[in-house]
């Protein structure tokens, strides 16, 4: 799914009276948000849906794949969604 596709979901929900232009304007002031929120350390909850967060990555060894040098890799910070648990029951029903 692609952002396009969101907004015409989104589009196709409210119905009426909303432009798509409004519903882009809607998901992407969201995903905006979410990644400020993340940004700032911060994380996100969405009820029934799932958590976003940042978490640091520790630092490792790894192989350049073309000399098989070992290579350092610094720690660094990530994004990370863990799904509610009636989003991943929603999931497996669906299968």
Same mark, same amino acid.
């Given at each position: 799914?692609?952002?396009? +596709?969101? @907004? #015409?979901?989104?589009?196709?929900?409210?119905?009426?009276?909303?432009?798509?232009? +409004?519903?882009?304007? @809607? @998901? +992407?002031? =969201?995903?905006?948000?979410?990644?400020? !929120? $993340? !940004?700032?350390? #911060?994380?996100?909850?969405?009820?029934?849906?799932?958590? =976003?967060?940042?978490?640091?990555?520790?630092?490792? $060894? !790894?192989?350049?794949?073309?000399?098989?040098?070992?290579?350092? @890799?610094?720690?660094?910070?990530?994004?990370? =969604?863990?799904?509610?648990?009636?989003?991943?029951? #929603?999931? #497996?029903?669906?299968?």
């Amino acid at each position: 799914m692609t952002k396009a +596709d969101l @907004v #015409e979901q989104v589009y196709e929900a409210i119905g009426p009276g909303v432009t798509k232009k +409004d519903c882009g304007a @809607v @998901v +992407d002031a =969201f995903l905006n948000a979410v990644k400020r !929120a $993340l !940004a700032d350390g #911060e994380h996100i909850e969405i009820r029934g849906f799932g958590t =976003f967060k940042v978490r640091q990555r520790r630092p490792r $060894l !790894a192989r350049n794949p073309r000399t098989g040098e070992s290579v350092r @890799v610094p720690s660094r910070l990530v994004p990370v =969604f863990k799904p509610s648990r009636l989003f991943k029951a #929603e999931i #497996e029903t669906e299968n």
